[in-house]
């Protein structure tokens, strides 16, 4: 079983970049499949970007061009790189991780029910 912790949130500007980091232990990180999910307040949980353990990677269109999701399978950990951030980009972040093995489309990995294992959330505030 894998336990997540998700760090690097913060408070920045428009425009600005962070790089959020998600450290796994307790499994074979290699073999998992990755995910960011995020929430703001009062909205449900959105799916941001996952990159499965094959290498694929999917982005929500809300991110895309301005986020890139990378792994080093050496370190446990998972990044989420964010760029010209935007206020609607405030949320809790989420990492997760899926297990399954075989091939699945995007639709599969957008879905939060897919993933097994969840971290408990990093803060990202972007201001105006």
């Known amino acids: 079983q894998v336990q997540l912790v998700e760090s690097g949130g913060g408070l920045v500007q428009a425009g600005a970049s962070l790089r959020l980091s998600c450290a796994a232990s307790?499994?074979?990180?290699?073999?998992?499949?990755m995910g960011w999910f995020r929430q703001a307040p009062g909205k449900d949980r959105e799916f941001v970007v996952a990159?499965?353990?094959?290498?694929?990677?999917y982005y929500a269109d809300s991110v895309k061009g301005r986020f890139t999701i990378s792994r080093d399978n050496a370190k446990n950990t998972v990044y989420l790189q964010m760029n010209s951030l935007k206020p609607e980009d405030t949320a809790v972040y989420y990492c997760?991780?899926?297990?399954?093995?075989?091939?699945?489309?995007?639709?599969?990995?957008?879905?939060?029910?897919?993933?097994?294992?969840w971290g408990r959330g990093t803060q990202v505030t972007v201001s105006s």
């Open positions: 990159l499965t353990r094959y290498g694929y990677t």
């Open positions: 307790g499994g074979t990180f290699s073999t998992y499949s």
């Open positions: 997760a991780a899926d297990s399954a093995i075989g091939y699945r489309s995007g639709s599969y990995y957008s879905t939060g029910a897919t993933y097994g294992y």
